[in-house]
């Protein structure tokens, strides 16, 4: 098997790139056949992809608004982050 099918096969975060580029806009009829090969053999990546249909056409539609955080969530949420990064 060439290098380059492996790439395409084995490579499930080029392909769930493409997932999402697809469906932000355009992808190229090459990257189009890359996809397709890869999702004839990943499950897991079919998946995805149905995941991330379902989750757009959940969103899709509604106002920016909608998906504001209040501040003592963001000052909670911070202070976690924060907390995560410096145990490293």
């Known amino acids: 098997m060439s290098k380059a099918l492996k790439n395409i096969i084995y490579n499930c975060n080029q392909a769930t790139f493409l997932i ?3 469906m932000a806009g355009k992808i ?18 079919r998946l995805y992809q149905e995941q991330s249909v379902r ?10 608004t909608a998906f504001t955080l209040d501040e ?7 202070k976690q982050l924060e907390e995560a990064l410096n145990k490293n």
């Open 20 to 22: 999402e580029k697809r």
């Open 28 to 45: 190229t009829a090459a990257e189009a056949v890359q996809l397709k090969v890869h999702l004839a053999g990943c499950s897991v990546c």
């Open 55 to 64: 989750i757009n056409k959940l969103f899709t539609g509604l106002p920016a």
């Open 72 to 78: 003592a969530f963001k000052s909670k949420l911070v």
